[in-house]
């Protein structure tokens, strides 16, 4: 007789060693084992004489199934399907932010979680005027300072806490002070990348009127020396 045990632990964190094993009984041995269908990426399978070991660090969270099947030195076998639940952070990136404009962005989770999902910050900070909401993992708020902050978010369910390296850069588009501005080809003012555009008037003389527009979005105008 033959008979394959259940994959032991069944859940992990994405991103974390895993170490999961299925004992296999049979008196004779060694056994040989075979994973019919794919493993979760970053993990692998070894086995000894009587145990399949999967192992490494799965990258991606969610719910996984595959089937293994041993087959012992008389050719008797046996097949059984698996589950194992990557628990962890799915979402890969956060969309930039801009000074003084209204920030939402919900975190998301993936595979099945034991219980109530809690979400914290674990290291560093979010920019200034974001906060995180505990309950539904979003981001949200008005930033206040042009920055790049990056910093480790968690979500536990009770039992697994797992968490993910994320960063959120806020940029500035507004228009900047006129005595800033430094005249630019193509009769434009350069100011950090972006550009504000001109056009000469006979009212002002040697002046010219321009108007500010970073990044498509239509800003002040004002006069400034020729």
Do not use: H
Not at 6 to 22: E, W
Not at 90 to 107: C, E, H, I, N, R
Not at 144 to 151: G, M, N
């Amino acid at each position: 007789i033959i008979c394959l045990g259940d994959l032991t632990p069944a859940r992990t964190c994405a991103s974390a060693l895993y170490n999961g094993q299925i004992v296999c009984s049979s008196s004779r041995t060694p056994v040989s084992f075979e994973v019919v269908g794919s493993l979760p990426d970053g993990l692998l399978l070894t086995t000894s004489e009587t145990t399949a070991f999967i192992q490494g660090r799965p990258s991606v969270p969610g719910d996984y199934t595959f089937t293994m099947n041993a087959t012992d030195p008389a050719g008797n076998t046996t097949g059984k399907s698996m589950s194992l639940s990557v628990f962890g952070v799915q979402t890969l990136s956060l969309d930039d932010a801009q000074v003084g404009t209204p920030y939402a962005f919900m975190l998301v989770s993936a595979g099945t979680p034991a219980g109530t999902l809690v979400w914290t910050i674990a290291d560093g900070s979010l920019p200034a005027g974001l906060t995180l909401n505990s309950s539904t993992g979003e981001i949200s708020g008005t930033p206040t300072t042009e920055e790049t902050q990056s910093f480790t978010v968690q979500v536990s369910d009770g039992v697994l806490s797992c968490q993910k390296q994320l960063s959120i850069e806020v940029i500035n588009n507004d228009c900047p002070n006129w005595s800033q501005l430094l005249w630019g080809p193509n009769n434009n003012f350069v100011f950090g990348g972006a550009t504000a555009s001109f056009t000469p008037s006979s009212a002002f003389g040697s002046m010219a009127v321009a108007v500010c527009s970073a990044d498509g979005v239509l800003g002040s105008s004002g006069v400034a020396d020729n």
